[in-house]
């Protein structure tokens, strides 16, 4: 069965620092990874996908890795801003075509100005 | 704005009550899915529906129940049967599983918090 974890619970940084979130998944068998951000009281937004056959994905500050090997994602973010601060879920499709997403618990950031 | 839509916002429930949260999207989405979140669990699946009068039971779909008679529509109703259903719903979609779009990202709606009175 496949598991998410995601490292630290919760992370607090000043302005202007990089950053790296951490995922972890148990079966390396996965058709993609999710990165998504939820603001307090608000759905998902996407954030970045990567494909199984992919190692990293980039949007602006954000750049995401896959490691499947290892069972290991990171989402580094550059010059964090106050603006960041929610939190950050992964997840991974694992196997059959229902498009099943499988969540970690997620990364509460908070970037202080 | 292409989008997928949740209401209400906030709900109660009375002891012995059946509820439903309406989810609509207009993205031409065939797949559309329920999930549950509680604080420090993540999100976890209830149902979800692939194409018009079908659905698949998620990971907790104890009571629980859904229907798909549009392609817009997937109402989720929270049962007397389900004792703990203090939680935040969220309704998401995405494009059918098909070989060269296995890799569609889903879309989210803004939650449904329900309570009990």
């Known amino acids: 069965k496949q598991e998410v974890t995601q490292i630290p619970a919760a992370l607090s940084v000043p302005e202007g620092e990089n950053l790296v979130l951490n995922c972890s998944f148990t079966d390396s068998a996965i058709y993609n990874l999710q990165w998504f951000r939820q603001d307090p009281g608000k759905g998902l937004t996407s954030l970045l996908l990567?494909?199984?056959?992919?190692r990293e994905q980039t949007s602006g500050r954000l750049n995401a890795s896959l490691d499947k090997s290892s069972g290991r994602s990171t989402l580094y973010i550059a010059a964090s801003q106050p603006g960041d601060s929610a939190t950050y879920l992964c997840a991974v499709r694992s196997g059959g075509a229902t498009n099943k997403l499988i969540f970690g618990t997620g990364t509460l950031l908070a970037v202080q100005p | 704005d292409g989008g997928i839509t949740q209401s209400p916002k906030y709900l109660f429930r009375k002891e012995g009550q059946n509820v439903t949260l309406s989810c609509e999207q207009n993205l031409n989405h065939d797949a559309m899915y329920w999930y549950r979140q509680d604080p420090g669990q993540g999100l976890r699946l209830i149902y979800y529906s692939q194409i018009v009068n079908d659905f698949q039971k998620g990971d907790i779909a104890e009571g629980y129940s859904v229907s798909r008679e549009k392609k817009e529509s997937f109402p989720l109703t929270v049962t007397s049967a389900q004792k703990n259903p203090t939680a935040f719903y969220l309704c998401?979609?995405?494009?059918?599983?098909?070989?060269?779009?296995?890799?569609?990202?889903?879309?989210f709606g803004d939650g449904t918090r329900l309570s009990i009175l």
């Open positions: 998401a979609s995405t494009s059918t599983w098909t070989a060269g779009s296995s890799n569609q990202p889903q879309h």
């Open positions: 990567i494909q199984s056959s992919q």
